[in-house]
């Protein structure tokens, strides 16, 4: 059972008592919590936690408390806007939608179906993704349907097709309450995930249990909390992961009864793992020799084990295979489809899954499979098209869209609801690309990707309409309209239902190929649609998601009550004709014919894969000597779009940062909070330097929320556009840079000594010395040429840290390195 | 269909001739592609000249080096922007090898209506991937 008591978090701002307490579900991360809208005179005045939501027993993390600001922010766009010799200027809707049937028709016949692009998002609702499927796909005959999940998720659901079939993760929430051991694999969810976090610490706390193993290459605020800490080198997840099979094989830490009736490909993941000696393993990830076989010991003898996966695996080097040999694990030892068990692969968005799950990115709706003649059939019958209109193969990624672009074969890109000039990797070539296409940005806000759009439809957002998100574990939530959106808004789902009307969109008898006219109407589509497939939803109705609070896929007949964990008969997707994709192979990212899917004879069972490491494409070298990695902090969400209109959340953390080490500052004389350039051959940017101890030396963070063309702190000015060969995830997380401070030059006079120029310039005579590598006793000749910091601020930010009833407390010394370090 | 899968095969040989180039990682990704590639398209060269082709294995086959090529062709866009970002290799190496694999996708999309041909529409979309099919209109 979750949670002992349950915590009702509040943030309300209204004069008097509100007029009614709406039904919700949090829309900022992929944790789900259950929440009610406060609203008054018909405008959202604050949230509070749903006390009897399993997720969340009422509580709240500040980004869900905050996510109500943005609905009443002043700049939100309330009318169309379409550019017009280089400016965007408003205009009805009417034109901005006649514009884009106009641009789509002549796209067709210039370039033709895929000629047009769908990027979306992970923070929509299952009917606005399904609309993009059948509009996509049916209506447009489309294969380039791709969203922002892409930088997300889309790891996830490789890495499940190839191990199990199928999309979905094994294991839940509700395993994260039983289980003995869990390991966060690349996943800092004290920050990104804070309320899930808080549970598991509750738990700890109360039983002692789960003993937590965190792997990360910082030292991050849910490593504060392991028993077991591996700080690892960049890029070596798979590495570390072979180490830990190999000592598992080699200790007889596997349950022989469960791998011979239940899996295939056992041998040749042993023979694969062969060389990953802990000698070995030591010398590729520089993780302690104890560290490693603590590790494997505990993941080889524990009765339960939960692993969760996020971006520190999704987006690094080997980003599938390292998932798969998580699955791996789980497989050898049999700890799946039990109780306390399974790989929980997690998603970043309140919905990514859910976009993956409907078909608006990645394969057909219902884990339908693009390659497999009869799942085409079953797809054009249920839609009532062709099948000729239903195009086949694995989908395309971001980054090969954007290599359409380039080469001027995109005619229209339709973005909804995300923000890839900031978001996207080397942004400055995407930036490029998009200026070679007709661009659509559906955005309730101007952000960065605006300024390249020729039309701008201005959207609701969270609190004005309906529909459904499917968190982390497949829980479908609901979501209730609080409120009407402001005038002059129109939703995402009644945006392109509009678009389908005036593209009069037809099914094969000459109807409207889209004949639902609400959210859940849509649904009830969709439901018959998924209905006998992995994510079946027939069993679902908005009242029951109301009423249960939520209920996980599967949910039909056999399980009314939706499905804990998935796998209990373990019984697998990997029958051909059941099968979500023929895979890839995992070490090219070929994509596999059907034959050679047959030829692997899973039939039912999971399919355990030999994984090779690959060292990241780019890494440091003299030019560029040090590591670059991007993430995310616990106060922001994504790119700000709503987070940065909290006064709140924007005031703690208002501006982007470089975290270097304690050793590394004091080496190239960097002082806490002086303005440093970063620079890849991409591009540089300048921001302020945080010394801390939570890198590791050679590696510096920057968080990627900062991306306004104007500042030049994007992270992602500089980051790699290289892509996983499987799940064409972009590596955010290794690239390699260099870093130089800002410096004015002052030349010392006979009325500037040092102590005049470090007065002068706000610095002590030792921050003065450090900034010139000068030892005591300082001194300078009148005419030297003296460096000061260009600009120098206070870059602290608190940490959020509830389940330990501290809130002050750094997490990182902010500090010079001490003498006795040495 | 010989001589778009000879032309292939020719540029494949030369692509071999010169590897690896520089080392970086993404090398050992696209190696066992290009082996691949090489050896299929032998194979197929070899099969279309029986006198009775076995029109099943050279389906499979034709899936093959068409599904080698959609892993190859954005594997060798990275090589190349990083081996330029990481000069790890003369740019006009770069260049050139870029050039080639290029030459080779386009003799696979001129490949497609003999495959079509072949197989009927409807079954050569499940050989074809549809970047390399798709026509404009379609
Ligand atoms: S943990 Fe995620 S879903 Fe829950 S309140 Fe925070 S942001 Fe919202």
Known sequence: MSWKKPRVDVNLYSQGDVDDWKYSTCNICSIGCGCYIGVKDNKIVGIKGNEDHSINRGRLDPKGENQWY???SPDRLVTPLIRKEGQLVAASWDEAMNLIVEKTKETLQTIGSDGISFYSTGQGTLETYYTIAKIGRAGLRSHLLDANTRLCTATTEWCLFESFGADGVPASFDDVDLTDTMMFFGHNPAETGTVFFERIMERKRRTGKPYIIVVDVRKTLTAKEADLFLQLK?????????????????????????????????????????????????????????????????????????CTTLQGTYQSADATSSCVAINNIHLIRGLIGKPGNGPLHMAGQPSSS??????????????????????????????????SDLEVGPEKGIEEIIHLM??????????????????????ERARKAFEKTFVVVQDPFLTETTEVADVVLPPAIWGEKEGTLENADRTINLLTKAV?????????????????????????????????????????EWKNVSKGRPSDMSGITYEKLRYYNGLRWPVNEEHPMGTTRLYTDFNFHTYPDDAQSYGKDLYTGRPRTKSEFEAIQANGRAIIYDTHY????????????????????VWHWHTRTKTGRSPYLQMIAPEGYVEINIVDAEQLGILPGELVNIATPRGSINVPARVVDTVQPGLVFIPFHYGTWENNQSANELTVDFTDPLSKQPTFKQSSCRIKPLRNQVTVSESGSLEEIAELNG????????????????????????????????VDIPPYMPYRNIETFPHFNQAYRSPDDD | ???????????????????????????????????????????????????QVNEHHLKYLLSVIYRNDEALDPLTRAWGRASLWMDSASPTVIHERLKWYKAYKKELEQLVPNVKSLYGEEEARYIVPPLYRKEVGA
């Open chain 1, 614 to 633: 690959v060292p990241p494409v780019e890494q440091p070298r003299h030019e560029y000597p040090f590591w670059l990695t991007t993430g995310r902090l």
């Open chain 1, 234 to 306: 960049p890029g070596t997840n798979l590495a570390l992961l072979n180490g830990i099979q190999h000592l598992m094989v080699k200790n007889g830490w596997v349950d022989e009864s469960f791998i011979k009736n239940h899996t295939v490909g056992y041998e040749r993941m042993k023979h694969a793992v062969e060389p990953w000696t802990l000698s070995n393993t030591v010398e590729v990830t520089g993780v302690p020799e104890e560290n490693i076989r603590q590790a494997a010991q505990i993941i080889g003898k524990t009765n339960s084990l939960v």
């Open chain 1, 406 to 427: 380039e080469q001027e074969k995109i005619g229209l890109f339709w973005n909804i609801n995300t923000n890839p000039m900031a978001s996207l990797p080397n942004r």
């Open chain 1, 354 to 387: 859910g976009n993956r799950t409907v078909g608006g990115v990645g394969t057909y709706p219902g884990n339908r499979n693009p390659s497999n003649p009869k799942h085409i059939e079953e797809m054009a019958k249920l839609w009532n098209v062709e099948t």
């Open chain 2, 1 to 51: 269909m010989y001589y778009q899968l000879y032309q292939a095969y020719l540029i494949i040989q030369r692509l071999l001739a010169n590897f690896p180039v520089n080392n970086n990682p993404l090398e050992l990704r696209i190696s066992p592609l290009l082996s691949e590639a090489n050896n299929t398209l032998l194979t197929t060269l070899q099969l279309i000249q029986q006198p």
């Open chain 1, 763 to 794: 610095l002590t005579l030792e921050d003065l010395a450090r900034v010139n590598q000068l030892t005591p006793p300082y001194r300078a000749d009148i005419g030297d040429q003296i460096e000061v910091p260009l600009s120098r601020v206070n």
């Open chain 1, 70 to 72: 943005a609905n009443n």
């Open chain 1, 484 to 524: 009407d959106p402001p005038n002059g808004v129109k939703s995402d789902f009644d945006i392109l239902l509009d678009f389908a009307e005036r593209m009069e969109l037809k099914d094969k008898d000459g109807n409207p190929l889209i004949d639902y006219t609400t959210p859940e109407e849509c649904f009830e």
